[in-house]
Every structure is written in structure tokens, then in C-alpha cells.
């Protein structure tokens, strides 16, 4: 009997047969792993050395300002990078009551809870539209809003106090609160438009092949699947509503009805006459913890929010 025996060799290799072999993997060699090892370490590092350091430059004049809050008007002068002695509490109640930053707080509370509700339903509204809807001028009144956004408010003040004074808004939390709200609402629109474009519209045609109306489906189910970008939004709008300062000073100018940014302004010009410092330090740290707060609270769907319409 005869046997016979088959090699196999290797694809490549000198006596291989002919056609076509499994393919080959390169391997980079282990000096070429090393570097590029090397390399992104080196750049970790390095972003992660920015990182600290950005962080150091934000955080340390808040937290300079919340322990400088708790001294005594001494205290700052002499001694403004050391700790208290003590939590000087009195500091913030003085700042509370004395300074009126309690009637602040709740103007500021009034108003730009108003104007957020407002400008979220119906920017909301108009982005869906936009977004959802084909119509003779959609892009020309996408485009309008967009505009809103380069203009600067600064050139509306005077038209607009003539405005709000025929109409007898001046003075008034409800008519700040429609300003508040004409001012948002281009960033709004534009940016919850993006958003409202990359939900899925088979949700919305098994809503209508189910019988919903428009308002149904968008109260119902577009606008819960809109949340990360209505938090997002909805914090931004916070962020400025809260901080605003310019449109009421020009547009509320009764004492009993002033927002916060106009109470921490008029409490910085008394303390020249008074030197109550410390209690100028508290007030601005009560002005601080509701941002600070309702930033941590909500980070997480910021991101969310900002990177849902990234990818589709």
C-alpha cells in the first residue's frame, strides 16, 4: 500500500499551492506600539493637566467668595485668604432681611419662572412646526429667528421702553416676563429645532395612524421624547434669564418689584457709605446657589441634550 502525505504550508511561503490564501494581519512592531504608547500617554497627561487647571481657575474665586461671606468686615481687609475665625451667620441674615434680598429673591423667582415656563412652550411649539412641517415660508421664519439671535438687545431699549410704557407694561413682573421671553426665544427655536429633527417620526405617524391629533402627539409624545434638549435649553434660558440685568433696570425701575441682579447692584453702591461687606458677600452668594444648584442637578441631561443631535 501506498500513503500519501499532503503538507500544508503557510500562504507566502516558497512551495505554497496557487489561489487565494486566509488573509494576512500586519502587526505594527513593538517599537512603533511603544510610541505610539508613549504618545497618548503624554497627551493624557497633558489634557488632563488643562483640565485641573481650568478647574482650579473657576472654582477657587467661588469658593473665595462663599468663605469670605461667613467673615467680618475686619476680617476681609486684614486678612482675605485666610479662613474664618467663625461662620459668621449673621452675615447672611443681615443680608436677607436688611438688604431686602429676600423681596429680590422672590421678584427674580416670579419672573424668571415665568418667562422659562413661557419660553419653553412656546419655543417648543414653533421648533416642532419648523422642524416637523413643510409650508410655504418654514425656512424664511426659521431664518427670522436665527436673525433675532445677532441682534443686539442694546438697540431695542429705547423703541422698546416706548413700547412697554403705551402699553402699559412698565413697571409691571408680567410685562418683564413677555421680555424675557421675546429675548429667549430665538436661541430657543433655533436650538430645539436641530433637536426635534432627529427624534424619530415613525413614533409620530403610529400616534396619528392611531387617531391623535397634532396637539395630542406633540404634548403627549414628542414633546416628552424632546426632554434632554428641553433641560439643556431650559438651563441656558435659566442661566441668563437669572442673570440679566440690563432690560430691568431700563424696563422695572419700582423699588418693591426689582429682581435680584438690581438688588446686589443697589447693596454694592450702599456698602461705599457703609462698609458692610460681609453682607454684600452673602448677598452674592445667595444670588450663586441657585445657578450652581440647578446646574448640578441637571449636568447630566445638558450633555445629553447637547450631544443628541450629534449623531443621528
Known amino acids: 500500500?501506498?500513503?500519501t502525505d499532503?503538507?500544508?504550508t503557510g500562504v507566502g511561503t516558497p512551495g505554497s499551492p496557487a489561489g487565494p490564501g486566509p488573509a494576512v494581519?500586519?502587526?505594527a512592531p513593538p517599537a512603533a506600539r511603544r510610541t505610539a504608547k508613549a504618545e497618548g500617554a503624554a497627551l493624557n497627561v497633558f489634557s488632563h493637566g488643562v483640565l485641573i487647571i481650568w478647574a482650579i481657575m473657576v472654582v477657587m474665586p467661588l469658593l473665595w467668595a462663599v468663605m469670605t461671606s461667613f467673615k467680618t468686615d475686619k476680617a476681609i481687609f486684614t486678612s482675605p485668604w485666610s479662613l474664618p475665625d467663625k461662620l459668621h451667620f449673621e452675615n447672611w441674615s443681615r443680608a436677607w432681611t436688611e438688604a431686602h434680598m429676600s423681596d429680590y429673591f422672590l421678584n427674580t423667582l416670579l419672573v424668571v419662572g415665568g418667562s422659562l415656563v413661557g419660553t419653553l412652550l412656546l419655543g417648543s411649539m414653533a421648533a416642532y412646526v419648523l422642524a416637523r412641517f413643510d409650508f410655504p415660508g418654514n425656512r424664511f421664519i426659521y431664518f427670522l429667528f436665527i436673525g433675532g439671535m445677532s441682534f443686539p438687545i442694546i438697540l431695542a431699549l429705547v423703541p422698546l421702553?416706548?413700547?412697554m410704557q403705551n402699553m402699559a407694561l412698565l413697571n409691571t413682573q408680567h410685562g418683564l416676563i413677555l421680555v424675557y421671553i421675546a429675548y429667549s426665544l430665538p436661541f430657543?427655536?433655533?436650538?430645539l429645532t436641530a433637536f426635534f429633527r432627529t427624534l424619530p417620526t415613525s413614533v409620530a405617524e403610529a400616534a396619528f395612524v392611531d387617531g391623535a391629533?397634532?396637539?395630542?402627539?406633540?404634548f403627549q409624545v414628542m414633546l416628552p421624547m424632546a426632554r434632554p434638549g428641553l433641560i439643556s435649553v431650559g438651563i441656558f434660558n435659566f442661566l441668563g434669564q437669572w442673570n440679566q440685568y440690563l432690560l430691568p433696570t431700563v424696563l422695572n425701575t419700582d423699588p418693591e418689584k426689582k429682581v435680584l441682579s438690581q438688588g446686589l447692584v443697589q447693596l454694592a453702591v450702599s456698602q461705599g457709605y457703609k462698609g458692610d461687606w460681609s453682607g454684600l458677600f452673602a448677598g452674592l452668594v445667595m444670588a450663586m446657589l441657585p445657578v450652581l444648584?440647578?446646574?448640578?442637578?441637571?449636568?447630566r441631561q445638558v450633555v445629553a441634550g447637547l450631544t443628541a443631535g450629534a449623531v443621528k
Open 1 to 3: 500500500m501506498k500513503t
Open 6 to 8: 499532503t503538507a500544508t
Open 25 to 27: 494581519t500586519k502587526i
Open 161 to 163: 421702553f416706548y413700547v
Open 188 to 191: 430657543t427655536v433655533f436650538f
Open 213 to 218: 391629533s397634532h396637539t395630542r402627539t406633540f
Open 293 to 299: 444648584a440647578a446646574y448640578i442637578v441637571f449636568q
